[in-house]
């Protein structure tokens, strides 16, 4: 072998160890709880928010509260709510009840639905939305 194609060789191999990986593309984490039910309805400047959620882990959800990011017609975020759901312990496959009432913004048209535990750890929610309010 010539020395031009050893050099070429070398060269080649130390650019593919000193060139970064592609990142692994991460697979989508499972959901921690599914929403199967939503009611969203309009009383004044009140919106009165009824469901139920599924734990659809593999571990018992401590303390969930949810958060409903309210959206304008453009899909500008007017205005974040919190609220707990009615169980505080919700075990792995069970369901738990919600039903709050919150004064949102009166041009607010649809809303996304997000969760986090006690520990603040947010929660992935399958059929968060958005979710057009009535």
């Known amino acids: 072998m010539s020395t031009a194609f050893r050099f070429g060789a070398a060269l080649v191999l130390i650019a593919t160890?000193?060139?970064p990986?592609?990142?692994k593309s991460k697979k989508p984490k499972a959901p921690d709880a599914v929403l199967e039910k939503i009611e969203i309805k309009r009383e004044g400047e009140i919106i009165l928010l009824d469901g139920v959620i599924r734990n659809t882990s593999i571990k018992?959800?401590?303390?969930m509260v949810l958060q409903f990011e309210f959206f304008a017609?453009?899909?500008?975020?007017?205005a974040v709510m919190n609220g707990p759901i009615e169980?505080?312990?919700v075990?792995?496959?069970e369901q738990a009840?919600?039903?709050?009432?919150v004064k949102a913004p009166t041009t607010a048209v649809s809303l996304v639905v997000e969760a986090r535990d006690r520990d603040q750890k947010d929660l992935v929610i399958?059929?968060?939305?958005?979710y057009p309010i009535e």
Do not use: T
């Open 17 to 19: 160890l000193l060139y």
């Open 21 to 23: 990986q592609a990142k």
């Open 60 to 63: 018992p959800i401590r303390g």
């Open 73 to 78: 017609p453009n899909k500008k975020s007017l």
């Open 87 to 89: 169980s505080a312990i």
């Open 91 to 93: 075990e792995p496959d």
């Open 97 to 101: 009840e919600f039903r709050l009432q």
């Open 126 to 130: 399958d059929k968060n939305g958005p």
